[in-house]
């Protein structure tokens, strides 16, 4: 047996993204829909695969002019009824909504107009505005961006949820 880890933030994320699925999905998927980078989630998805929580493998029939992609889909053991001790995000996009409200919260409170903050982290207003009202994806880090601007840390936000 495989010693116990911790689910962090970003492990969360990759398990909400794929349990917003009834298909198993593939790691440039789980990617884009948490906002992640693929050096961030295949560790996650690797450890989650040792714990017995996620199973992976390769498609059978890849197409054309690219690599066979690795699908990746929850157990029994990783599904949201497994006893865990810890809160999961109901869905990636709840928490992506959570970050939203969060980041408008602190700009507000900073008193930091939407068009100085994307200014600050070298973005369009149009896109920062599209982020925030969930017309486009807000990353962590991006969020965290913005968070750091209002002279917040998205870490203390978190430990504060949990």
Do not use: N
């Not at 009834?22 to 790691?27: E, L």
């Not at 006893?83 to 996009?93: E, F, M, N, V, Y």
């Amino acid at each position: 047996m495989t010693a116990p880890f911790r689910l962090t933030t970003t492990t969360r994320l990759v398990l909400a993204a794929l349990r917003d699925t009834d298909k198993p999905v593939w790691g440039f998927e789980i990617c884009r829909r948490t906002g992640l980078k693929s050096g961030t989630i295949y560790p996650i998805l690797g450890r989650l695969a040792e714990h017995g929580w996620v199973e992976s493998w390769d498609e059978t029939d890849p197409h054309p002019g690219r690599p066979p992609r690795r699908f990746y889909q929850l157990t029994e053991r990783g599904r949201p009824e497994h006893p865990t001790g810890q809160t999961l995000p109901s869905t990636a996009s709840g928490l992506e909504d959570e970050l939203r409200h969060l980041v408008r919260r602190a700009l507000a409170t900073a008193g930091l107009a939407q068009a100085e903050a994307a200014r600050q982290v070298g973005i369009s207003t149009k896109h920062l505005h599209m982020m925030l009202s969930g017309g486009s994806a807000l990353s962590l880090q991006r969020a965290e961006q913005l968070l750091a601007l209002c002279g917040q840390k998205l870490a203390l936000h978190l430990k504060e949820a949990t």
